[in-house]
C-alpha cells in the first residue's frame, strides 16, 4: 500500500531511549498525497511524463533525469520495466517502484540546489543501491544541476554491488568512468564515512531504529529521505533535515541537530543490520 495517513506521534529507540517525532494532526479524510500504483508506461519517457501528470514528478529537472536512465537496464524482466510496482532484483530483494523513485528524487532535490552554489561538489549517498537505478539517477541530477558530484551506492550484498555496476555499464557508463558514481559493499546502518559529510541521503530499506551514525554523516543544510518501523508494522516515510552541528566531532549524534518530518506510509524490506 502506499497512501497519505497522519498519526498523532510515534516513538523510535535511539541508544535504548525514546526519540520522539513530531506531533501531527490527524485527519481521518486526508487526501492521498500522489496517485500511487498508476503510472504505467510503454517506454521510459512515457513513464515518466505518467508520474509528471499525477504531480509525482513535477520538476522538470527530475522528469528530464528519469528519463536519461532507462529503467530496462536495472530490471530483471524487460517487459515488466515500465510497470509501477516494486520488482524483484535477486537475493531477496526489490527495485522500489518508479512513483517512489520520483518521490525521493523530488524530496532531496532543494538540499542539492541549494548545495550548487557552495565551492564544493556535491555528496550522496544511496542506501540499499539493489540494481543502481536510483544511484544513477542521483548521477545524472547532478549532470543537470551542472556541478562536479560524488554518488556513491552501498549495500550489504556483494552481488547487489557487482550487478548495479554492470547494470549502469550498459548505457550509463560515463557515470562510472568520469569517476561520478561508485558502488561500495557496506552497512547501511554505518553509511560510508569516506563520501561524508554528504549534502543527500537516500535509504532504500527500512530502519528499526533511528540510524544515528548515518544521521550523523549528513552535512548541515543536508537532507536524508529514510522509511522508518519494524519490519511487517506500520512503516513511515521521513524527511530528516540537519540544520546544525553542535558537537566538531563528526560522529557525535545530538538531537537537537535535526528536524524530522514525516511524509506518508509506505512498505520497505528492512534495513539489513551486519553482523
Not at 523510535?12 to 498525497?33: C, K, Q, R, W
Not at 533535515?241 to 506518508?264: C, G, M, N, Q, V
Request: charged share 20%; with cysteine; net charge negative.
Amino acid at each position: 500500500y502506499l497512501q497519505a495517513f497522519l498519526f498523532p506521534f510515534f516513538y523510535l529507540s535511539v541508544n535504548g531511549e525514546a526519540f520522539h517525532f513530531p506531533d501531527i494532526n490527524f485527519h481521518p479524510n486526508a487526501t492521498p498525497i500522489m496517485r500511487a500504483w498508476t503510472c504505467h508506461g510503454r517506454t521510459q519517457r512515457d513513464m515518466v511524463e505518467k508520474l509528471a501528470q499525477a504531480g509525482i514528478a513535477h520538476s522538470k529537472i527530475v522528469q528530464d533525469c528519469m528519463k536519461m536512465v532507462d529503467r530496462a537496464n536495472y530490471v530483471k524482466f524487460k517487459d515488466d520495466a515500465y510497470i509501477d510496482s516494486p520488482q524483484g532484483i535477486g537475493c531477496m530483494q526489490t527495485i522500489s517502484a518508479p512513483h517512489m523513485h520520483a518521490h525521493a528524487l523530488e524530496d532531496l532535490l532543494p538540499a542539492l540546489q541549494s548545495a550548487v552554489s557552495s565551492s564544493e561538489a556535491l555528496s550522496v549517498l544511496d542506501v540499499g543501491c539493489g540494481s543502481g537505478y536510483l544511484t544513477a539517477c542521483f548521477g545524472r541530477l547532478a549532470n543537470l544541476l551542472g556541478k562536479p558530484a560524488k554518488i556513491y551506492g552501498i549495500d550489504c550484498i556483494a552481488d547487489l554491488v557487482d550487478s548495479s555496476k554492470i547494470n549502469v555499464m550498459k548505457e550509463d557508463r560515463d557515470l562510472i568512468e568520469s569517476g561520478t558514481v561508485e558502488f561500495h559493499l557496506g552497512d547501511g546502518w554505518k553509511g560510508y564515512s569516506p563520501g561524508a559529510p554528504y549534502h543527500a541521503i537516500h535509504v532504500g530499506a527500512a530502519s528499526d531504529g533511528m540510524p544515528t551514525a548515518l544521521m550523523s554523516q549528513l552535512a548541515v543544510g543536508g537532507t536524508m529521505i529514510i522509511p522508518m518501523g519494524p519490519d511487517g508494522g506500520a512503516q513511515f516515510l521521513y524527511k530528516i533535515d540537519r540544520i546544525a552541528k553542535a558537537s566538531p566531532s563528526s560522529s557525535t549524534f545530538t538531537e537537537s541537530d535535526y528536524t524530522i518530518k514525516p511524509l506518508i506510509g509506505v512498505r520497505y524490506v528492512p534495513l539489513v543490520r551486519v553482523p
